[in-house]
């Protein structure tokens, strides 16, 4: 089991908007981070801090929170954003960072 | 420019220890708000974090695997080495070295990583 929750998969047809959810308790008062990794590819940060994009990211992806719950949208979704996505969160206390178990992404 | 290369067996034997390196560039192990890790995914699984080393050499390691892992950092080649005894077949995973970025509030995220390194355990 994880820390943190997410949905194991996702389907958006393309132009549509995609929500990613992340839940746990260790979210209320840490920042979130999310990752997309593509099939065969190491994992790329594309929100962090919440809802801070990377240079390069494009604005189409966005990031909340609300209490336990962060949400990673994913506006206007193309073939080429069918990836895992993961949530973060760094265990302040622990010093031990948390991954969510990853939702795969499809694109009809 | 930001880069992070792992390198190290591919292939390993049960009950063997894995040694692997994270060569990086681009970034200075001295500073503070900078740091790396090491990170496994087993093939169609989720990422699983392995160990942490700061920039003042403070180590953390999964709880789970804490006395099979040993991480240390060589400022002066750029590299950050990961040891990990007893391999198992259950240890075939992809293993990845990233670069840890910490915003002013303390929270950390990994912004850059490696290529990755798919290690295969079996004899």
């Known amino acids: 089991s994880y820390v943190l929750t997410q949905p194991p998969s996702l389907s958006v047809a393309p132009g549509q908007t995609a929500r990613v959810t992340c839940g746990g308790y260790i979210i209320g008062g840490n920042s979130v981070h999310w990752y997309q990794q593509r099939p065969g590819q190491a994992p790329v940060l594309v929100v962090y801090d919440d809802s801070d994009r990377p240079s390069g990211i494009p604005e189409r992806f966005s990031g909340s929170t609300s209490g336990n719950t962060a949400t990673l949208t994913i506006s206007r979704v193309e073939a080429g954003d069918e990836a895992d996505y993961y949530c973060?969160?760094?265990?302040?206390?622990?010093?031990?960072?948390?991954f969510g178990g990853g939702t795969n992404l499809t694109v009809l | 420019q930001v880069t992070l290369k792992e390198s190290g067996p591919v292939l390993v034997k049960p009950t063997e220890t894995l040694t692997l390196t994270c060569t990086v560039s681009?970034?200075?192990?001295?500073?503070?708000?900078?740091?790396v890790s090491w990170i496994r995914q087993p093939p169609g699984k989720a990422l699983e974090w392995l160990a942490h080393?700061?920039?003042?050499?403070?180590?953390f390691y999964s709880t789970s695997l804490k006395n099979r892992l040993t991480i240390s950092k060589d400022t002066s080649k750029s590299q950050v080495v990961l040891t990990m005894t007893s391999m198992d077949p259950v240890d075939t995973a992809t293993y990845y070295c990233?670069?840890?970025?910490?915003?002013?509030?303390?929270?950390?995220?990994?912004?850059?990583w490696g290529q990755g390194i798919l290690v295969t355990v079996s004899s």
């Open positions: 990233a670069r840890v970025s910490r915003n002013p509030e303390g929270g950390k995220y990994f912004d850059y």
């Open positions: 080393i700061f920039s003042n050499d403070e180590k």
């Open positions: 973060q969160v760094w265990d302040s206390a622990s010093e031990h960072p948390e």
């Open positions: 681009g970034f200075s192990f001295s500073n503070g708000r900078l740091s």
